[in-house]
């Protein structure tokens, strides 16, 4: 069966640091991967999806980037935070090629101070 | 573009009854996918039920259905026999079929559940 990782799952940081968010997918090969950013009492935002490795698509100009560097390993990261990206960090996969639902991680919780 | 609209920020339902969490959408497309999505206390997102644009019979999963209305282009989520477990956020989603490869889901702001005992 597939499963997904997400880690760590809670995340202090002072501002101007960098950041390194990892998802792994597991069980499945060539997804689609997606970052979320859920802000608190808000909706789901769409940053990032990928088709493949090294296919990145921004969906919101900001202050992160994401990166494939291998099928099933997808990094969201910052090389300076700022006090606005605190929130809630969803990883998700879709199989490729096929009309299905995302499937999600467990999120990470970025607190930015 | 599309949108997904869920007028209701908060609802509560005693536990063993019915309760209906709306959705309506916007779309000029045809042929697409709906999902209500759970997101209980660990935040952790789950699927609760999926809806095909193309099938008239709404679909169900347990004690979960939904009410589609295509014409209307409403989607509701109707929880039979509430249980605690059920308190949650519920987000209703929205999924052209397009043939890329692509699969952004389009999100609603969700609702707060809450189930009083």
């Known amino acids: 069966s597939q499963t997904i990782h997400q880690w760590p799952a809670t995340l202090v940081q002072p501002v101007g640091s960098p950041l390194s968010l990892e998802c792994t997918v597991e069980?499945?090969?060539?997804?689609?991967l997606y970052w979320y950013r859920q802000a608190a009492g808000r909706g789901l935002q769409l940053l990032f999806y990928?088709?493949?490795?090294?296919?990145i698509s921004s969906e919101v100009p900001q202050n992160l980037s994401a990166s494939r560097p291998q099928d099933r390993q997808f990094i969201l990261s910052s090389k300076k935070l700022l006090l606005s990206d605190s929130g809630f960090y969803l990883c998700a996969w879709s199989v490729s090629g096929v009309n299905t639902e995302a499937f999600f991680g467990q999120g990470t919780r970025l607190t930015v101070v | 573009a599309q949108t997904v609209t869920q007028s209701q920020p908060e609802m509560s339902v005693q536990e063993a009854e019915t309760v209906t969490l709306s959705c309506t959408y916007d779309t000029s497309e045809s042929d697409y996918y709906l999902f209500w999505y759970k997101q209980p206390p660990s935040r952790q997102m789950i699927l609760v039920i999926r809806q095909e644009a193309y099938k008239q019979q709404n679909a169900t999963e347990n004690r979960f259905s939904v009410n589609f209305q295509k014409a209307a282009k409403s989607f509701s989520l109707k929880i039979s026999d509430s249980q605690l477990g059920d308190a949650a956020m519920y987000f209703c989603?929205?999924?052209?079929?397009?043939?890329?490869?692509?699969?952004?889901?389009?999100w609603g702001l969700g609702t707060s559940l809450a189930v009083n005992p």
């Open positions: 069980g499945t090969s060539n997804p689609n």
């Open positions: 990928s088709v493949g490795i090294g296919q």
């Open positions: 989603a929205y999924r052209r079929n397009n043939a890329g490869n692509n699969r952004k889901l389009i």
